[in-house]
């Protein structure tokens, strides 16, 4: 099992970015996934989680501007960034609780999984 994580890039201040992470592989169901940012000096922050029921929680910096959503077809969730600022400017990672069926034993097993990150930069 892989998660990929897609989409950023640089934008001007109060633009808008789409960020991907796709699991792959032997993946049976995509449980909880959470976006995090880590910017340079600081320490990792939980941004945005969504549950396998959809439900959905955000830091206080982005309500309103982010939105995350899942596609369970394609074992994919997306974060959508909209009015970004500089101070959203950092690495952003997905973390994913995958539940996938272990090829040697036939058997389900669940294991947390992060992505490998995706660079969001946003110019002033």
């Known amino acids: 099992v892989q998660l990929q994580a897609s989409g950023g890039g640089l934008v001007q201040s109060r633009g808008s970015l789409r960020l991907s992470c796709a699991a792959t592989g032997s993946v049976f169901s995509m449980n909880a996934v959470a976006w995090y940012r880590q910017a340079p000096g600081k320490q990792r922050e939980l941004v945005a989680r969504?549950?396998?029921?959809?439900?959905?929680t955000y830091i206080d910096s982005v309500k309103g501007r982010f939105t995350i959503s899942r596609d369970n077809a394609r074992n994919t969730v997306y974060l959508q960034m909209n009015s970004l600022k500089p101070d959203d400017t950092a690495v952003y990672y997905c973390n994913a609780e995958i539940e996938s069926i272990v090829p040697r034993t036939g058997k389900p097993e669940r294991k947390f999984y992060w992505g490998q990150g995706t660079q969001v930069t946003v110019s002033s």
């Open positions: 969504i549950g396998n029921t959809g439900t959905t």
